[in-house]
């Protein structure tokens, strides 16, 4: 009994860092590895979140042919053995596993009023059609998906950047 009330804290306690309510369990979402992470990228601001994209390494099968003993020819170029080949496949990285960071806003940040602001942002763009609630819910998170996709990140975690996009957080303003 006591084991179980620890795994049920442990899982309350995980679901209270992750920074979009109703996230999958897994932390992957979409084509590929889209996850939010504690863990944030080099020079990164202390109190700011993060979302980590992970492609895959691109690997290429490739297939072969050694040389195992070599043709033995005569002084007149006639061949008395012909040359023995092993064929073999081999497995090269064509291209590396990439990383790449986008900031997300922060649990914190993620208030009724801002949940209602971003159905209302993305109900007239026409991507959201359902009832104003302020719940990150599931149609919530597909109108996020659909406005995100055209502009390829392809995931129904918000960014920072779309949030700008939407008016929702505001834009650093350019010295004169």
Known sequence: MIHFRIAALGVMLLGACDPMTNADPDGLTGPGMIRLTEEAPEGAKADSCWGKKTTPAIIETVEREVLLKPAQVTSD?????PAVY??????EIVQERQDSWFQVPCNADLTEEF????QRALAARGVYHGPVTGEMSVRTRNAVRRFQAPEG??????TTATARTLGLVAVARQPE
């Open 77 to 81: 170029g006639l061949i008395q053995q």
């Open 86 to 91: 092993r064929r073999e496949s081999i497995q």
């Open 115 to 118: 949940v209602s602001s971003l």
């Open 153 to 158: 990140f392809d995931s129904d975690i918000l």
